[in-house]
């Protein structure tokens, strides 16, 4: 298992980028969650096998349909052994 911390960038509010990345991460057992940052950027912490993240990773890239994203910037973090993905609307610590 993997943890990724995760910010894309670019035209990702307001385009169902959060609720599409659930649908994604839970079609690859991925775990974690998103949440839209107050600078605009969405941040995704994400936990599992290397393969899986990397399709995940791939998907952030694209985004949803009228999404428009300019970079996606990701570095591993520490396991923490999320239980399912969700959409959260505020900091998760």
């Not at 911390?5 to 991925?30: C, E, H, M, N, P």
């Not at 993240?53 to 973090?77: I, K, R, Y």
């Amino acid at each position: 298992m993997i943890h990724l911390d995760i910010t894309v960038k670019g035209k990702v509010q307001g385009v169902f980028f959060r609720g599409s990345t659930k649908a994604v991460a839970d079609q690859l057992g991925v775990k974690g969650y998103v949440r839209n940052e107050p600078n605009g950027d969405v941040f995704i912490a994400a936990e599992g096998d290397k393969v899986s993240l990397e399709m995940f990773l791939d998907w952030c890239n694209e985004g949803p349909q009228n999404a428009e994203v300019t970079s996606v910037e990701s570095h591993e973090g520490e396991l923490k052994n999320y239980r399912n993905f969700e959409v959260t609307k505020k900091t998760v610590f």
